[in-house]
């Protein structure tokens, strides 16, 4: 079975910062890579997601994620943080489309 | 498009009792899933129907059943509950079945305390 592991349960950033929300995964083939938002009381929304070709995956509200084969791993990353990114992020990934396997989630702090 | 949808929002049960999570979506999404989500857990896929007809068992099955009632609609009982089902439930779809590069679609969560 597939496994992600995001690294860091909790990060905390002071606003204007770089964010970097770290995931890597488990899969003998390349994989299909996702990362969710969910801000509070609310359900996930998909930020970003990678599937084939160009490595650096762009998403909504000025984040990206970059795959790397090589060290299996999809980090997602924002170069200015903004006290409405405060949220949970949930890295997840799919092999054959009917099962994604979610991380265990990073919670964001933007620090005024 | 209203989207996924959940009820309730909110429940609270005692130990024993029974109920029954509704989920509908109106994008015309063949597959569908249930979650359950624990603080340090993540979301864990309780089970999913990939297509109209069709349910399958995820990581953690036990202690519940689903009905896919038609394509729209994906329901989840839980027969006797336990207070280890005490969680927020979310039940998700996706338009493409067998492929590996389609997004899921949330509903808001079902909040259940199990007493």
């Known amino acids: 079975a597939q496994s992600v592991t995001q690294l860091g349960s909790h990060v905390s950033v002071s606003e204007g910062a770089l964010v970097l929300l770290r995931c890597n995964y488990s899969?003998?083939?390349?994989?299909?890579l996702f990362w969710y938002v969910q801000y509070p009381n609310q359900g996930l929304q998909l930020l970003l997601k990678?599937?084939?070709?160009?490595?650096l995956v762009k998403g909504i509200n000025g984040f990206e994620a970059e795959f790397k084969k090589s060290e299996t791993s999809f980090h997602l990353t924002k170069p200015s943080a903004h006290m409405s990114d405060a949220a949970e992020y949930f890295c997840?990934?799919?092999?054959?489309?009917?099962?994604?396997?979610f991380g265990t989630g990073t919670s964001l702090t933007v620090i005024p | 498009n209203a989207g996924v949808t959940q009820t309730p929002k909110f429940q609270v049960l005692k130990t024993g009792q029974s109920m029954t999570l509704q989920c509908a979506q109106d994008m015309n999404h063949n597959s569908m899933y249930w979650y359950r989500q624990d603080p340090g857990m993540g979301l864990r896929l309780i089970y999913y129907s990939a297509s109209e007809g069709t349910t399958d068992k995820g990581e953690v099955p036990n202690g519940y059943n689903v009905s896919r009632l038609n394509k729209r609609e994906f329901s989840l009982r839980l027969e006797s509950a336990a207070p280890s089902q005490t969680s927020v439930y979310f039940c998700a779809s996706s338009p493409i079945t067998g492929t590996g590069n389609t997004e899921q679609f949330f509903g808001p969560g079902t909040r259940l305390t199990v007493l």
């Open positions: 899969s003998s083939v390349p994989p299909y």
């Open positions: 990678y599937t084939t070709g160009a490595t």
């Open positions: 997840a990934v799919s092999e054959s489309g009917n099962q994604f396997y």
